[in-house]
């Protein structure tokens, strides 16, 4: 397995679910970095900026990442929809990529989403990007604003989790195929062998 040593699971996944995790990672490059611990819990929802487990209120989410203890909470309802735990585990495992990037590769990922911005593109490669898109100003894409740089943070995680996944659609992939061959290219690019996280 691509992450094994990296990505650990806890409790242990039963074999059917380590089979399409495994699968999963098999699609990214070598992962190396300290280990990062992947939690399941139920219908987790977000209150107030905690996060929340079978509590009945709050936003529904599917994970989410505390990057200092190195761990990420996983809804359980994604064992039984294994594409769609492909695409956010890879998703939220990039998360811990972005902070481990660097200045020059993070810019140059800004660079590209300016780039398309400056083309108009419309959509995304996953619905967190979209929704930070969609509230963005010509200010903060000059200014790279705090706005801007969580949108693209989110773009960059939404974008591995569309090409590295598996899935060659999904309804969150909105994004025009031209502009998806320019993030395609900087991903090959940019992980040729090796994903830090």
Not at 63 to 87: C, G, H, I, K, N
Not at 129 to 142: E, F
Not at 150 to 159: L, M
């Amino acid at each position: 397995m691509s992450g094994s040593g990296v990505v650990r699971f806890q409790p242990a996944l039963a074999k059917q679910s380590q089979r399409l995790v495994s699968t999963a990672l098999s699609r990214l490059p070598r992962i190396q970095g300290k280990p990062v611990i992947f939690h399941f819990l139920p219908a987790l929802t977000s209150c107030r900026g905690k996060l929340l487990s079978a509590q009945g209120r709050g936003t529904e989410i599917h994970a989410a990442s505390f990057m200092r203890q190195r761990l990420t909470v996983l809804d359980r309802d994604l064992l039984a929809q294994p594409p769609e735990l492909a695409r956010i585990l890879i998703h939220e495992l990039f998360h811990y990529s972005w902070i481990r990037l660097g200045n020059k590769a993070r810019w140059s990922f800004e660079d590209l989403l300016r780039s398309e911005a400056a083309s108009n593109a419309r959509g995304e490669l996953g619905w967190s990007a979209w929704i930070l898109k969609r509230c963005l100003s010509a200010r903060d894409v000059l200014e790279r604003t705090p706005a801007w740089r969580a949108y693209a943070c989110e773009s960059y995680c939404d974008s591995a989790a569309c090409f590295y996944s598996g899935i060659s659609s999904h309804p969150e992939f909105t994004l025009a195929s031209r502009f998806r061959k320019i993030r395609v290219h900087w991903f090959s690019t940019q992980f040729s062998s090796v994903i830090s996280i």
